[in-house]
Nanobody
Framework: QVQLVESGGGLMQAGGSLRLSCAHSGRPFSNYAMGWFRQAPGKEREFVAAITWSGSDTYYADSVKGRFTISRDNAKNTAYLQMNSLRPEDTAVYYC????????????????????WGQGTQVTVSS
């Protein structure tokens, strides 16, 4: 079993930056692709960013491309989401997710493509 714990959320003014962390435990972290999703009130959970197990490939939603960066540190069993130039529309609960093994991009951008989920961390961006 894998446990995922997000941290780093909070309240930020538009234009600011936050870095979310996702601590992974229970199974070897390097075996898992990692993703970040978000869910705003009244909306479906949506893809934000993903990174393959090796870190060689990353994928982003168009809405965050150029502003957010996903990364991972396999030595620390942690994935990160650096969020810059935050906008009020980025306000949501952010979830990290883990998928075992090799995966194609089409799998990594879908909620159904993941095996484990964290509990989420709130990000609120004020205008």
């Amino acid at each position: 079993q894998v446990q995922l714990v997000e941290s780093g959320g909070g309240l930020m003014q538009a234009g600011g930056s936050l870095r979310l962390s996702c601590a992974h435990s229970g199974r070897p972290f390097s075996n898992y692709a990692m993703g970040w999703f978000r869910q705003a009130p009244g909306k479906e959970r949506e893809f934000v960013a993903a990174i393959t197990w090796s870190g060689s490939d990353t994928y982003y939603a168009d809405s965050v491309k150029g502003r957010f960066t996903i990364s991972r540190d396999n030595a620390k069993n942690t994935a990160y989401l650096q969020m810059n130039s935050l906008r009020p529309e980025d306000t949501a609960v952010y979830y990290c997710a883990a998928r075992f093994g090799v995966a194609q991009a089409v799998e990594l951008v879908a909620t159904s493509g993941y095996d484990y989920w964290g509990q989420g961390t709130q990000v609120t961006v004020s205008s």
